[in-house]
């Protein structure tokens, strides 16, 4: 289904909503990126290839004079209405690199920073690239070795990819598979990606047995479920650094099974890169499993014991 990158267009100006929402409904549905620079083409990305979006909502491999530019003042534009006109309340966010909008789509930032005496981004301004990346929320197809693998998630699942294939949606899929084995769960969705709500409520229904922790950061939401929501598992996207490490150990101290998700393309970079490797000493994780890659979202490639990564 198309359905959401036809949401996250939606909250795109009409000079570029009414383009992108005559795409191809195979196209939009495959997209997993909608690329937008200060006066240069529009960008779609599926499967790791870019294609050129035309006027009137035709793509190409290779640009032509058809294809849509977005001047600066367009893209300002894209970007004050992807902030809903208020971006002081995506400030924070902002600073981060990215903010996420209505569906769990995410949209990252790239422009002139402002940094205070301490080094650190205060503020972004003069937007000149915007990445949204679609948010896949609706069903996914059953996968057999992922429901076998959930069998085992409170011993410890580490799933760990490179950006783009998938792990978001895979780990939104084990929320539901977990769900549905009846196991208590708390997910921490600090960037608002895996189950979106908003004042009207979710985007899409979070699975039964699941309590969510949105825009917590990860290490405070994974000590706030352990102290109030008794779970059996906290579910955690993209972890990484000492303090979320801390906050692992703390879950599986307490008996509670971790299923996160990395930033790694193998074992190799799995143990090379220092915010993994301290994972792995947590003893919070028996097994890792590594997804395909961009080529394939959400697929698994393979599952490994930890003790046994060399």
Not at 271 to 294: M, N, S, W
């Amino acid at each position: 289904m198309a359905k959401a990158f036809l949401e996250a267009v939606q909250q795109l100006p009409d000079f570029l909503r009414l383009n992108l929402s005559r795409i191809p409904p195979d196209a939009a549905k495959r997209t997993t990126e909608i690329r937008l620079r200060s006066d240069r083409p529009v960008l779609l990305t599926a499967g790791g290839t870019n294609q050129f979006v035309l006027q009137g909502g035709n793509l190409a491999l290779q640009q032509n004079a058809s294809a849509l530019t977005l001047s600066h003042e367009q893209l300002k534009k894209c970007f004050l209405a992807l902030c809903q006109h208020s971006v002081h309340s995506y400030e924070r966010e902002i600073a981060q690199g990215f903010f996420t909008i209505s569906g769990g789509h995410r949209v990252g930032v790239c422009g002139t920073a402002v940094v205070d005496e301490e080094g650190r981004i205060r503020q972004i301004k003069e937007p000149t690239s915007l990445c949204i990346r679609i948010a896949r929320v609706e069903a996914q197809t059953k996968d057999p070795q992922l429901e076998e693998l959930m069998r085992h998630a409170e011993e410890g699942i580490l799933i760990a990819g490179a950006p783009g294939s998938g792990k978001t949606t895979m780990l939104r899929s084990c929320s539901r598979i977990l769900s549905q084995q009846g196991k208590r769960i708390a997910v921490v969705d600090e960037r608002r990606e895996l189950w979106p709500v908003s004042e009207w409520g979710f985007s899409s229904a979070p699975p039964q047995n699941c309590d969510l922790l949105s825009g917590y950061p990860k290490a405070e939401g994974i000590l706030h479920a352990l102290r109030s929501l008794s779970p059996q598992l906290i579910l955690c996207d993209e972890v990484g650094g000492e303090k979320d490490a801390q906050a692992v150990a703390a879950g599986a101290n307490a008996g509670v099974g971790m299923v996160v998700t990395v930033h790694a393309r193998d074992s190799s970079e799995l143990e090379r890169r220092p915010q993994t490797r301290i994972l792995l000493k947590t003893g919070a994780f028996t097994r890792a499993v590594f997804l395909c890659g961009a080529s394939a979202p959400g697929r698994i490639r393979e599952v490994a014991y930890v003790d046994g990564l060399s």
